[in-house]
């Protein structure tokens, strides 16, 4: 595409949660126009997009209207209507994360599969139709337990993942099309975001090790850098490029992976879009991530992935037994804390473990950015 930017260029981001508010923060430092559409008249992005636009992003019509009025279209979410997205760019429009890549991804079964075709390392799984046919797999012995079962479609921040270690998990089976996989005895998770653009130049950040919240499913704490040595680093590095490139994906790519027992890595899913994992990068990195997802599409070369420190980055979930207008607690102790970053997404409505804002910690020494990170999450609560 001509490598131009402008007052007057309009950049269409479907989804307008916090992914797309930070995505529009860093392109009004390049003076673009941003259009978002979000079903929710509240959504995070609505106060800060140059236009919003309430409506869904899973409708056809919808976003072939909203498109008719942006120069290329983005994403900050997977669950779009993918008819719609691959017909706009058949007739011109660019849309990165291109649509071949989002059909693949939006589907874990299709994902999977993609894994063993291209010799990704991942683990071992079967693609099921409903529950019924789960449970007729393991009374015949061709699955055994322990498990992971993940819905196909829709599956999004720890929903749609059901983990089976037994018996009396098989009344919460999802009824949908899934995909089951071998359960990972994990040492660590950690993730890899790799940027790429239409001239297949890449950057990869630094491993992050994931810890995650076992009730929500969700990242607790993320440590930026990871706590891998450095065979390791570059092996993960590796393989998020490798995974990149066999997408042919412009834009981000976040690679999740599992760091098994006998030090093996295993590709978890991918994102092809801004990610949680990569928050911490606003403050840490000399090119946050929603920057480099800029750079990429708009065919700019990557900016550098360097660490300026360690950091750790916590999510800010609403306390279990609230729900209602939300109310933070305890922000003037958090911010009396050397190093803490506060990000608040503009949620209006608080309920148990929803993503309401996230914490970026940095310090030289980053067990110490730990410590504080935990006093941090044991101080800021967000009650209704």
């Known amino acids: 595409m001509k490598q131009t930017i402008s007052s007057s260029f309009r950049?269409?981001?479907?989804?307008?949660?916090?992914?797309?508010?930070?995505?529009?923060?860093?392109?009004?430092?390049?003076?673009?126009?941003?259009?978002?559409?979000?079903?929710?008249?509240?959504?995070?992005?609505?106060?800060?997009?140059?236009?919003?636009?309430?409506?869904?992003?899973?409708?056809?019509?919808?976003?072939?209207?909203?498109?008719?009025?942006?120069?290329?279209?983005t994403i900050e979410i997977e669950g779009v209507n993918i008819e719609a997205v691959e017909e706009l760019a058949s007739n011109g429009l660019p849309v990165y994360p291109e649509?071949?890549?989002?059909?693949?991804?939006?589907?874990?079964?299709?994902?999977?599969?993609?894994?063993?075709?291209?010799?990704?390392?991942?683990?071992?799984?079967?693609?099921?139709?409903?529950?019924?046919?789960?449970?007729?797999?393991?009374?015949i012995g061709s699955l055994k337990y322990p498990f992971v079962q993940k819905?196909?479609?829709?599956?999004?921040?720890?929903?749609?993942?059901?983990?089976?270690?037994?018996e009396h998990k098989l009344n919460?089976?999802?009824?949908?099309?899934?995909?089951?996989?071998?359960?990972?005895?994990?040492?660590?998770?950690?993730?890899?975001?790799?940027?790429?653009?239409?001239?297949?130049?890449?950057?990869?950040?630094?491993?992050?090790?994931?810890?995650?919240?076992?009730?929500?499913?969700?990242?607790?704490y993320l440590l930026s850098p990871a706590r891998i040595n450095k065979e390791l680093a570059e092996e993960a590095s590796h393989l998020a490029r490798k995974t990149a490139e066999a997408?042919?994906?412009?834009?981000?790519?976040?690679?999740?992976?599992?760091l098994d027992q006998h030090q093996n890595l295993l590709i978890n899913e991918v994102a092809p879009r801004p990610?949680?994992?990569g928050h911490q990068t606003i403050e840490s990195a000399m090119t946050s991530q929603y920057e480099q997802h800029l750079r990429a599409i708009f065919g700019y070369h990557p900016g550098s992935t360097k660490l300026k420190m360690p950091a750790v980055m916590i999510n800010i979930l609403g306390d279990e037994g609230f729900s209602g207008?939300?109310?933070?607690?305890?922000?003037?102790?958090?911010?009396?804390?050397?190093?803490?970053?506060?990000?608040?997404?503009?949620?209006?409505?608080?309920?148990?473990?929803?993503?309401?804002g996230h914490a970026t910690i940095l310090d030289p020494d980053i067990n110490m950015a730990l410590i504080k990170a935990k006093r941090v999450l044991e101080t800021l609560k967000v009650q209704a």
Request: aromatic letters at 10%.
């Open 247 to 258: 997408l042919n994906i412009t834009g981000l790519l976040a690679v999740e992976m599992f």
């Open 11 to 73: 950049l269409g981001i479907l989804g307008g949660g916090q992914l797309g508010k930070m995505l529009c923060q860093a392109a009004s430092s390049w003076d673009i126009t941003t259009y978002v559409l979000d079903p929710d008249p509240e959504a995070s992005a609505a106060s800060i997009a140059t236009k919003f636009t309430v409506g869904s992003f899973r409708d056809y019509e919808t976003v072939m209207n909203f498109a008719k009025d942006v120069d290329l279209l």
């Open 99 to 139: 649509p071949s890549c989002l059909r693949i991804i939006r589907d874990k079964g299709l994902q999977k599969q993609f894994f063993a075709d291209f010799n990704l390392p991942t683990a071992s799984f079967k693609l099921f139709e409903n529950a019924d046919e789960i449970r007729q797999a393991l009374a």
């Open 325 to 356: 207008a939300a109310v933070y607690k305890g922000l003037n102790e958090v911010l009396a804390i050397e190093g803490v970053k506060l990000h608040i997404y503009g949620k209006k409505m608080t309920r148990p473990y929803r993503k309401m």
């Open 275 to 277: 990610h949680n994992s």
């Open 172 to 220: 919460q089976l999802f009824d949908v099309p899934s995909m089951v996989e071998d359960f990972i005895e994990e040492v660590v998770e950690i993730a890899v975001i790799v940027s790429r653009n239409q001239s297949g130049e890449m950057a990869c950040y630094p491993a992050v090790e994931m810890i995650f919240n076992p009730v929500a499913n969700l990242v607790e």
């Open 151 to 166: 819905t196909r479609l829709a599956g999004y921040d720890g929903q749609g993942v059901l983990v089976v270690k037994g």
